[in-house]
């Protein structure tokens, strides 16, 4: 059951005022201006792709990166349906995605994409479900985009060039090269096929909504299991990642950070917080825990 606003009229003069001021600053739930901002990222993604992935050797067009953005929308469109959609299942108000460009074009062109829960998930159960189903389905997706870049990598020159961007691999791409035998190749040996670098990024977005943190996806899965324990998992897992700056894991340090600052550590509670949540949930809480695995780097950009 959703929570309804207030009329105005019996509100104090102060809530009227924030209320009002809320309404003034909505973000738009109109599909078309979902479809118009999907359309704005996919320009801007295939941009990027056909200027920072291009596998072509012929002139710039603006078709050589509908291999890198097409399968990247699907992946990270599907990660957000996999929370609407379950959202929907649970009768719980929810926006579609916003998919969100970016103007700089010289990695991928987009900030990503989320949706907007419209009222508290007050059931451990539904709050498992609807925070493992982005992730899960996100990763699902793509696998068969992994499976068939990696193995279209073109091998290029060691370079010791200064500020070469270098992409570490998760386990899951080596598990990958390993099946299709494509060789234990890295990112200095080869121009990665944009397909692949579609799945890489998706696979990075994975692990990092997948940190046990707040109100991420992590967060939301770490809640349903632990309960009233999770602010102090969640402290000890921004301790963790701020601790891996010494071993150049600056990504999950820098984003951690941001999390804490910004969304906070505690997840809201829920209602049924001292219910067992079934062995079928905990296995599905396992298998998040197994994707972030597969997707974790500790350094998944470096500049050499």
Same mark, same amino acid.
């Given at each position: 059951?959703?929570?309804?606003?207030?009329?105005?009229?019996?509100?104090?003069?102060?809530?009227?005022?924030?209320?009002?001021?809320?309404?003034?600053?909505?973000?738009?739930?109109?599909?078309?201006?979902?479809?118009?901002?999907?359309?704005?990222?996919?320009?801007?993604?295939?941009?990027?792709?056909?200027?920072?992935?291009?596998?072509?050797?012929?002139?710039?067009?603006?078709?050589?990166?509908?291999?890198?953005?097409?399968?990247?929308?699907?992946?990270?469109?599907?990660?957000?349906?996999?929370?609407?959609?379950?959202?929907?299942?649970?009768?719980?108000?929810?926006?579609?995605?916003?998919?969100?460009?970016?103007?700089?074009?010289?990695?991928?062109?987009? %900030?990503? *994409?989320?949706?907007?829960?419209?009222?508290? +998930? /007050?059931?451990?159960?539904?709050?498992? =479900?609807?925070?493992?189903? @982005?992730?899960?389905?996100?990763?699902?997706?793509?696998?068969?985009?992994?499976?068939?870049?990696?193995?279209?990598?073109?091998?290029?020159?060691?370079?010791?060039?200064?500020?070469?961007?270098?992409?570490?691999?998760?386990?899951?791409?080596?598990?990958?090269?390993?099946?299709?035998?494509?060789?234990?190749?890295?990112?200095?040996?080869?121009?990665?096929?944009?397909?692949?670098?579609?799945?890489?990024?998706?696979?990075?977005?994975?692990?990092?909504?997948?940190?046990?943190?707040?109100?991420?996806?992590?967060?939301?899965?770490?809640?349903?299991?632990?309960?009233?324990?999770?602010?102090?998992?969640?402290?000890?897992?921004?301790?963790?990642?701020?601790?891996?700056?010494?071993?150049?894991?600056?990504?999950?340090?820098? %984003?951690? *950070?941001?999390?804490?600052?910004?969304?906070? +550590? /505690?997840?809201?509670?829920?209602?049924? =917080?001292?219910?067992?949540? @079934?062995?079928?949930?905990?296995?599905?809480?396992?298998?998040?825990?197994?994707?972030?695995?597969?997707?974790?780097?500790?350094?998944?950009?470096?500049?050499?």
């Amino acid at each position: 059951m959703g929570e309804h606003p207030v009329d105005p009229r019996f509100l104090p003069p102060d809530r009227a005022l924030q209320q009002a001021r809320r309404r003034r600053f909505r973000i738009p739930e109109h599909p078309l201006f979902h479809l118009a901002l999907l359309a704005a990222t996919f320009v801007t993604t295939t941009l990027a792709g056909a200027l920072v992935f291009n596998d072509s050797r012929g002139p710039l067009k603006f078709t050589d990166g509908l291999t890198f953005s097409i399968p990247l929308l699907l992946i990270l469109g599907s990660h957000e349906m996999g929370h609407y959609l379950m959202c929907r299942h649970y009768g719980i108000a929810a926006t579609l995605p916003y998919f969100i460009p970016s103007p700089f074009l010289n990695l991928i062109g987009t %900030f990503g *994409a989320l949706i907007r829960i419209k009222e508290p +998930i /007050r059931d451990k159960k539904a709050l498992l =479900d609807i925070g493992a189903a @982005g992730p899960l389905a996100g990763f699902v997706v793509a696998i068969p985009f992994l499976f068939y870049g990696v193995s279209r990598a073109t091998p290029i020159t060691p370079t010791n060039t200064p500020n070469t961007i270098l992409f570490n691999y998760p386990a899951v791409v080596r598990i990958a090269q390993t099946w299709t035998g494509s060789g234990h190749y890295t990112s200095t040996m080869v121009h990665e096929n944009s397909t692949f670098m579609a799945a890489w990024f998706g696979f990075l977005v994975t692990a990092l909504n997948l940190m046990p943190i707040g109100q991420l996806d992590g967060g939301h899965v770490l809640r349903a299991v632990v309960g009233r324990r999770q602010p102090l998992i969640s402290g000890g897992v921004v301790l963790l990642a701020l601790a891996t700056a010494f071993w150049g894991g600056a990504t999950w340090a820098a %984003f951690a *950070a941001i999390v804490a600052v910004f969304l906070g +550590i /505690r997840h809201p509670p829920v209602e049924n =917080d001292d219910e067992p949540l @079934g062995s079928a949930r905990m296995l599905v809480a396992l298998a998040c825990l197994v994707v972030f695995a597969l997707c974790f780097s500790l350094a998944p950009i470096q500049i050499l």
